[in-house]
């Protein structure tokens, strides 16, 4: 961008550009247009032009340099990030010696890092720029962790035909689990609960009822004659779960679009 800006002085027609740039001096390119001319007693006649131009680091610069100030500062050694750009999207790879640092307990690092990287470049133009992060394939194998996990608790569920709950969770790892479960028959999932501690609940779309009598213990009994008293609604097996039995609607369901949504100001 350039803008002319016109003060007294050189000087301070060049301060007043980099208070509307809102960055430093140095980052600023100046032509001097005009400068206030010397009268015969020495006075300055006139006032000083300045063109600026200024041109914004690229999202993608500002990115990386702050993934890499970050991991720096945590002490982080021999530390490389290695940007891919599409056009929708940019990935970073990010690797170090100390890969449990630079990851974090079950990507915690890496996630808060996407998170925090996409606030700082969304602030300069105000477009939404997505930011994805990994190291050494972490996402693939925690994708693959979840989707085991997922499938567990999905045959658990239907073989106890109860509820269960899994541990709370991130959006995007919830996402993974809501689309491993929608491939499974005889299961559904929803979520529950607030941030940070809102979790998955994977439920059995059929629910079975014992009845006393009958043959064997524990056995069906059909036409008894006698009415079955037991709601089959109340399918909740915890109090925290009946507390929640009116969910609101899960996170951005959007499962093609990436480790994140987007992200709101």
């Known amino acids: 961008m350039k803008e002319n800006f016109t003060a007294a002085t050189v000087e301070e027609a060049k301060k007043m550009a980099a208070e509307s740039f809102g ?6 390119e100046f032509t ?12 300055l006649k006139g006032d000083a032009v300045v063109q600026a131009e200024y041109n914004p680091p690229t999202k993608r610069d500002v990115a990386v340099k702050y993934i890499t ?6 002490g982080i050694e021999n530390l490389s990030v290695e940007a891919t ?16 640092k630079v990851v974090g307990k079950k990507g915690e690092i890496l ?3 996407q998170y925090l990287s996409s606030l700082v470049c969304n602030k300069i133009d105000r477009e939404y720029y997505r930011i994805s992060t990994d190291s050494s394939g972490f996402r693939e194998r925690r994708k693959a962790t979840l989707e085991k996990v997922a499938l567990k608790y999905a045959n658990n569920a239907k073989r106890a035909s109860k509820t269960l709950s899994l541990e709370p969770m991130n959006p995007y790892e919830r996402r993974i689990i809501h689309a491993k479960i929608s491939e499974i028959e005889g299961v559904t999932s929803r979520s529950v609960g607030e941030e940070p501690y809102r979790k998955v ?6 629910k079975r009822y014992n009845s006393r009598g009958g043959k064997g213990r524990g056995g069906y009994r059909k036409n008894s004659g006698r009415p079955n008293n037991r709601r089959q609604s109340d399918s909740y097996a915890t109090s925290f779960e009946k507390e929640y039995k009116k969910p609101k609607p899960e996170d951005d369901m959007d ?5 994140y949504g987007k992200i709101e100001f």
Not at 23 to 28: A, H, K, R, T
Not at 69 to 74: E, F, K, N, R, S
Not at 201 to 206: D, N
Not at 255 to 259: D, E, I, R, T
Request: aromatic share 4%; net charge negative; hydrophobic share 40%.
């Open 23 to 28: 960055v430093e001096l140095e980052s600023i």
């Open 111 to 113: 996630d808060a890092l």
């Open 85 to 100: 750009e599409t056009e929708d999207e940019l990935s970073l790879e990010i690797n170090g010696d100390d890969f449990d």
């Open 32 to 43: 001097v247009i005009e400068e206030p001319k010397k009268t015969l007693f020495g006075k």
């Open 69 to 74: 100030d970050v991991l720096t500062a945590m």
């Open 255 to 259: 499962l093609g679009s990436g480790l």
């Open 201 to 206: 609940l994977i439920c059995p779309t059929e």
